[in-house]
Every structure is written in structure tokens, then in C-alpha cells.
């Protein structure tokens, strides 16, 4: 199995909504990682997780809150969020620091 | 400025043109990596290097780390070749610093 695979595919939720967000890989990477992407934006980092471990949260509002609960599932929960929290949540996974990464094709998210 | 410039920004071709995006970067870094994203999302990783040259079927990448840039070049470019290349750089730590893009249309 070489995919990253995020779950669900999309996602319309309102704001005072609680949902989560799934990745998956079964390819043994050590890092997963959560991105957000705007329409004709790049990704931009939110959080990393390292051996099971938050090692990167860059300053992502508490409404977002990630789970790694083992080494190949990693969760991002969504509570009260946002009309401009709706975007492109890509999850991707990497064995090191030299070796590439795998994404997923993202979740859709629309916050109504 | 932006630490990862990729030009051009958009860029249209007709089917079989050979194609050309650069990747100027003004970090340190440990390794570069060639993206590609079809509309819908999902993105492919095409390349990842950290010197030299390397080459995937019709694709071609190269870097030049004195120079700090790197380009990614299609051969016999073909309609499905029609998608976003994004061009990341990887400096110490665990973070992808990524280019705007540079959109690619083919037209047959």
C-alpha cells in the first residue's frame, strides 16, 4: 500500500458543528503532517507529528485540534469553526528528513 | 519576497512543446521537492533532490545549489500534463516552504 488516505473526501459543516477529519498510510512514515489550502494558495503547514508525537503546531487556532492515536492514523478534530476555515485539508506522510513525501487528495471543507 | 519564487506563473503551450518552470530559493536547504496538483486537489510528488539531475519519463528535473534554483522541464508536453507544479524546498526541520505554483495548461 503506497497511499495516503483521507477521509472523507468532502465535508459541509456548520459552525457549531463537531467533526473530524481521517488520514491514513500503511506505508511505515514515521511523520504525518496536516495542511490547509486555499483556493490558488500553496499548502501552508499546520501541524506535524513525529513517532506519534506533536513536534510542529504552527500557531493553529484551538478550534483545530490533531490526534495521531497510532503510528499509521492521524486525526484532525474541527469544533466551532469558521466560514474562513473552509478550504483543502491535505494530509501527507514521510519516512525522514531525506526521503519525499505522500499526500492524500484532501478533504474539502465548507463551514456554513 | 517570498523565500521559494517559482516563475512563470501561469503558462500555456500547444501539445508537444517543451516545457520549462524555475525554482529560485534563498535558504539553506536540505532538500527540493517538484509537485504536481490536478484541479480537485490531490497532490502528486514528482521529484525530490537535493543535487544533480534526475528524470522520470517525460519529466525532467535539475537543481543548482550555488545558484540556489532549480527547474523542472517536460518533454513532449500532452494535454493531461495540464495541472499545478508547486516547487517546495525542505531546510532542517520537519517544514515545507512551498512556491506559489506555476499553472500549466496544454492545449491540444
Known amino acids: 500500500d503506497t497511499e495516503v488516505t483521507q477521509t472523507p473526501k468532502h465535508l459541509v459543516m456548520g459552525m457549531t458543528n463537531k467533526k473530524s477529519l481521517k488520514c491514513e498510510q500503511h506505508?511505515?512514515?514515521?511523520?504525518m503532517y496536516w495542511y490547509k489550502q486555499k483556493a490558488k494558495k500553496p499548502p501552508e503547514l499546520m501541524f506535524v507529528?513525529?513517532?506519534?508525537?506533536?513536534?510542529i503546531n504552527e500557531s493553529v487556532p484551538s478550534r483545530f485540534s490533531p490526534e495521531c492515536p497510532n503510528s499509521s492514523l492521524l486525526n484532525l478534530h474541527l469544533h466551532a469553526l469558521q466560514p474562513e476555515d473552509s478550504a483543502l485539508y491535505l494530509c501527507?506522510?514521510?519516512?525522514?528528513?531525506?526521503?519525499?513525501?505522500?499526500f492524500g487528495s484532501g478533504t474539502r471543507l465548507t463551514v456554513v | 519576497k517570498n523565500e521559494v519564487e517559482q516563475s512563470p506563473q501561469n503558462l500555456t503551450a500547444q501539445e508537444g512543446e517543451f516545457i520549462t518552470i524555475n525554482c529560485s530559493y534563498s535558504v539553506g536547504i536540505s532538500a527540493l521537492h517538484w509537485l504536481q496538483q490536478h484541479p480537485g486537489g490531490g497532490i502528486v510528488s514528482l521529484f525530490m533532490?537535493?543535487?544533480g539531475k534526475k528524470k522520470h519519463g517525460r519529466l525532467i528535473a535539475t537543481i543548482n545549489i550555488q545558484e540556489k534554483h532549480s527547474s523542472l522541464h517536460i518533454t513532449a508536453s500532452h494535454p493531461r500534463d495540464s495541472a499545478v507544479y508547486i516547487c517546495?524546498?525542505?531546510?532542517?526541520?520537519?517544514?515545507?516552504?512551498f512556491g506559489t505554483g506555476t499553472r500549466l495548461t496544454i492545449i491540444p
Open positions: 517546495a524546498v525542505r531546510r532542517t526541520n520537519e517544514k515545507l516552504t
Open positions: 533532490l537535493s543535487s
Open positions: 507529528y513525529s513517532y506519534e508525537k506533536l513536534s
Open positions: 501527507a506522510s514521510s519516512q525522514g528528513a531525506n526521503y519525499g513525501y505522500t
Open positions: 506505508m511505515g512514515h514515521r511523520a
